[in-house]
């Protein structure tokens, strides 16, 4: 896989900036910073979600990307390192004991990013509070996705996984025009061997509940999600980005309607939902702040 310099330093970049559930300030700061001199729409909510707009389709719909900014990880200083083989990247503090590198899902916010820079029309959204139950995704900007047309995630661990369905929530018809499009791209990235999981949960099953658009959440290469051995694949990572590239251009901008069918129980088994989920959530913040 040939990648440039430039695309491992900002991979290290995002990596290596602490962020836990309810503490994303430190990288959404890096995110902002990062977009503040480029020709885009950005906006932020009370909760910390980002949200971006690049380009503008005239009645096209908007391809949409998304990763969550926090990690199980708690706010732990540490250095990024690279394996020998120049193949891994991995976390360690500085007394050398070896911590999360949060690749679940920095990764994915690197991957949105250079999406970003990459394609010429594209919404991104960058989630808060999704490890302890999507927080950012529920409580999300309805109007943002209302122009949609469908909404790739990059939140899935090794090589070759696709959710296909996130906790009672199916997120793409297997047999439809959406998924048929973009099989061959990801057999020739993934190879043959895909696994369509069902997914604990993730922010696609939270905005798939409330659009009625094609959804899909694929690998973004890293491994050992959760445990402090986790580390990222540089060249699935990297591999992630070409791959998004050319999903996106064969998809287009057209929507792939999607309406799933009735979950078979609450997909977030009847959690707090409206305002008692927001004043939970900014609870969180508050008591983390």
Same mark, same amino acid.
């Given at each position: 896989?040939?990648?440039?310099?430039?695309?491992?330093? *900002?991979?290290? $970049?995002?990596?290596?900036?602490?962020?836990? &559930?309810?503490?994303?300030?430190?990288?959404?700061? =890096?995110?902002?910073? @990062?977009?503040?001199?480029?020709?885009?729409?950005?906006?932020?909510?009370?909760?910390? !979600?980002?949200?971006?707009?690049?380009?503008?389709?005239?009645?096209?719909?908007?391809?949409?990307?998304?990763?969550?900014?926090?990690?199980?990880?708690?706010?732990?200083?540490? !250095?990024?390192?690279? +394996?020998?083989?120049?193949?891994?990247?991995?976390?360690?503090?500085?007394?050398? !004991?070896?911590?999360?590198?949060?690749?679940?899902? =920095?990764?994915?916010?690197?991957?949105?990013?250079?999406?970003?820079?990459?394609?010429?029309?594209?919404?991104?959204? &960058?989630?808060?509070?999704?490890?302890?139950?999507?927080?950012?995704?529920?409580?999300?900007?309805?109007?943002?996705?209302?122009?949609?047309?469908?909404?790739?995630?990059?939140?899935?661990?090794?090589? *070759?996984?696709?959710?296909?369905?996130?906790?009672?929530?199916?997120?793409? $018809? #297997?047999?439809?025009?959406?998924?048929?499009?973009? @099989?061959?791209?990801?057999?020739?990235?993934?190879?043959? *061997?895909?696994?369509? +999981?069902?997914?604990?949960?993730?922010?696609?099953?939270?905005?798939?509940? =409330?659009?009625?658009?094609?959804?899909? !959440?694929?690998?973004?290469?890293?491994? *050992?999600?959760?445990?402090?051995?986790?580390?990222?694949?540089?060249?699935?990572?990297?591999?992630?980005?070409?791959?998004?590239? #050319?999903?996106?251009?064969?998809?287009?901008?057209?929507?792939?309607?999607? #309406?799933?069918?009735?979950?078979?129980?609450?997909?977030?088994?009847?959690?707090? =939902?409206?305002?008692?989920?927001?004043?939970?959530?900014?609870?969180?913040?508050?008591?983390?702040?």
């Amino acid at each position: 896989m040939n990648y440039s310099p430039t695309q491992l330093n *900002n991979l290290i $970049d995002i990596l290596s900036t602490p962020t836990h &559930f309810a503490q994303e300030d430190l990288l959404a700061e =890096k995110i902002l910073a @990062k977009l503040a001199d480029k020709d885009l729409q950005v906006a932020t909510d009370k909760f910390g !979600n980002i949200y971006i707009q690049k380009g503008i389709p005239d009645s096209m719909y908007y391809p949409c990307v998304v990763a969550h900014m926090d990690t199980v990880h708690h706010l732990t200083e540490f !250095n990024v390192h690279i +394996s020998e083989d120049n193949k891994r990247l991995y976390a360690l503090t500085p007394d050398g !004991n070896q911590t999360g590198i949060g690749g679940d899902d =920095k990764a994915g916010v690197f991957v949105c990013l250079e999406l970003l820079e990459r394609l010429d029309h594209l919404k991104v959204a &960058f989630f808060v509070g999704e490890e302890y139950g999507c927080y950012g995704s529920r409580l999300a900007d309805r109007a943002f996705f209302e122009n949609v047309g469908y909404i790739i995630e990059f939140d899935a661990p090794k090589h *070759n996984w696709i959710s296909h369905r996130s906790n009672s929530v199916y997120l793409f $018809d #297997k047999d439809g025009i959406f998924f048929n499009k973009i @099989k061959p791209i990801l057999q020739e990235t993934m190879g043959e *061997n895909l696994i369509l +999981s069902a997914h604990p949960y993730t922010d696609v099953c939270a905005l798939k509940v =409330k659009h009625d658009v094609s959804c899909i !959440n694929v690998s973004v290469g890293y491994f *050992n999600m959760h445990e402090i051995t986790e580390y990222v694949d540089i060249d699935i990572c990297m591999n992630a980005i070409d791959m998004g590239e #050319k999903m996106i251009k064969e998809l287009g901008h057209t929507k792939y309607e999607y #309406k799933h069918p009735a979950p078979l129980y609450d997909p977030f088994n009847g959690s707090e =939902k409206g305002l008692l989920l927001e004043q939970k959530f900014m609870m969180y913040k508050k008591q983390k702040g």
